[in-house]
């Protein structure tokens, strides 16, 4: 069977999976639950396939590796959230008081359950570019391995410190000024998180991406679109919350004045307000 079949048919199952529950519960955050997983058994059916076969299965081992370590962190991360307990995503709550009932059930199917369950088939499929061109493991493989391994770090890092704030906010009884997080990497992107997220799943489809050169292709190929759609999708989200985050604290605006959305960059500098006679 062609992995990429039985990819489809897990990623099949999981969408009935997340629509089903989301009805019976009336609550729309099992697309987040499974998020950190799917993608580390779909890498690891390729990965597995290859083995199989008795092709070189270095770069998809590797591939399967840190896409476990990514999935570990980011479960770890959201169990420690609350995630498992039934919480659900504050967001899809603000966005279904904004619609009609049936309105939200259709963004539910369309969006939250088929889009988003699409693009963690997509954005594993630099994978299936591994095993069709099962060429040897090189050192473009492992700079963009040794990159990945840092976005890692970083998004880790971030997720630590944004922890360490919002238990501090809770023990000073809910509010600590200015009310979000500026500090450490905070201080060079409103959320560096989220860049380390996208830039890993960048570098994961580099390394996809080496197997075709290898073989005699170029750097682009149709993989790119799960790195891409990651992104359109990170943007939209994170512009969303921003306008929620906005709402809340009006010391927000200046943050985002001065702070990058999201690519770390040195913070600019306040404009003078003009003088008077």
């Known amino acids: 069977m062609d992995p ?17 529950t989301s009805l019976v519960t ?3 955050s099992w697309v987040d639950r499974l998020w950190s997983i799917v993608p580390v058994v779909y890498v690891w059916i390729f990965a597995v396939a290859a083995l199989v076969a008795g092709a070189d299965a270095t770069r998809l081992v590797v591939m399967a590796l840190l896409v476990t370590a990514w999935g570990a962190r980011l479960t770890f991360n959201f169990a420690r959230k609350g995630g498992y307990t039934g919480m659900e995503d504050y967001r899809w709550a603000i966005l279904r008081a904004r619609m009609k009932r049936w309105q939200f059930q259709v963004f539910n199917l369309l969006f939250i359950v088929l889009f988003q369950n699409a693009l963690l088939v997509l954005i594993s499929l630099p994978a299936y570019i591994a095993w069709q061109y099962p060429v040897p493991f090189n050192g473009w493989d492992a700079a963009f391995a040794v990159l990945f391994a840092a976005f890692l770090v970083g998004e880790t890092v971030a997720d630590q410190q944004q922890w360490d704030f919002h238990r501090a906010k809770k023990a000073a009884g ?8 500026t500090t450490g990497l905070f201080a060079y992107s409103r959320h560096p998180n989220f860049f380390f997220e996208q830039a890993q799943w960048w570098a994961f489809y580099a390394i996809g991406a080496v197997a075709l050169v290898a073989h005699g292709g170029g750097w682009l190929n149709w993989t790119i679109v799960g790195a891409a759609l990651l992104t359109v999708l990170f943007i939209g989200s994170t512009i969303f919350t921003e306008s929620i985050t906005a709402s809340k604290y009006p010391a927000y605006a200046d943050y985002q004045r001065t702070t990058s959305m999201l690519v770390p960059l040195p913070r600019r500098r306040r404009a003078k307000a003009p003088e008077t006679a």
């Open 4 to 20: 990429l079949l039985l990819v489809l048919i897990v990623a099949g199952a999981a969408s009935a999976f997340c629509w089903i």
């Open 26 to 28: 009336n609550e729309t």
């Open 174 to 181: 809910g509010t600590l000024e200015p009310g979000f997080l």
